[in-house]
T-cell receptor, first 116, second 110 residues
């Protein structure tokens, strides 16, 4: 099993540019989560999907952020336009949703985003 | 705001010693999980303890949960240099929503 795969590993962009982060969850997992990690705010849940449907996007900071999951094996997190305060490590995680309670998450290696 | 709060924020011990980290939370939970994060990497799940459990073991890890005090502890026995990492507790709130604490940075000195 290849695990959760994120790309790119590092992204450096200029303020105002569009940024697209990509995630491939573990095959067979039906839940996908996007987290953001910063020194100041720690790990924040941005949005999560069940069976490709967005369930809770209350953590998305503002309208500049959007996430999609067009199929079970792919998700994107887009920031348009990007701002320096968006600089962070963005993690994707997946899990199997067998019960109504929380299952353990499998994390990708993250995308280090720097907005100049 | 983060639900789980780890204590201490940083811990430095000698190899072979035991390391204890604590986590406090505020609301009712389904379960509590502990994760490890090595520098520059993603988080790795260590152990899950359900709200009706009081103690759980996995290898050199021992986790306790006290729902009356809304707290949990993670004990790593006979620490090794490879245990150097950040450790996070995560509380399960509602269906699937995991909220992470700020983490404890553990350093094992050889």
């Amino acid at each position: 099993d290849a695990g959760v795969i994120q790309s790119p590993r590092h992204e450096v962009t200029e303020m105002g540019q569009e940024v697209t982060l990509r995630c491939k969850p573990i095959s067979g997992h039906n839940s996908l989560f996007w987290y953001r990690q910063t020194m100041m705010r720690g790990l924040e849940l941005l949005i999560y999907f069940n069976n490709n449907v967005p369930i809770d996007d209350s953590g998305m900071p503002e309208d500049r952020f959007s996430a999609k999951m067009p199929n079970a094996s792919f998700s994107t997190l887009k920031i348009q336009p990007s701002e320096p305060r968006d600089s962070a490590v963005y993690f994707c995680a997946s899990s199997t949703r067998r019960t109504m309670t929380n299952e353990k998450l499998f994390f990708g290696s993250g995308t280090q985003l720097s907005v100049l | 705001s983060q639900q789980g709060e780890e204590d201490p924020q940083a811990l430095s011990i000698q190899e072979g010693e035991n390391a204890t980290m604590n986590c406090s939370y505020k609301t009712s939970i389904n379960n509590l999980q502990w994760y490890r994060q090595n520098s520059g990497r993603g988080l790795v799940h260590l152990i899950l303890i359900r709200s009706n459990e009081r103690e759980k073991h996995s290898g050199r890890l021992r986790v306790t949960l006290d729902t009356s005090k809304k707290s949990s502890s993670l004990l790593i026995t006979a620490s090794r240099a490879a245990d150097t990492a950040s450790y996070f507790c995560a509380t399960g709130q509602g269906a699937q929503k995991l909220v992470f604490g700020q983490g404890t940075r553990l350093t094992i000195n050889p």
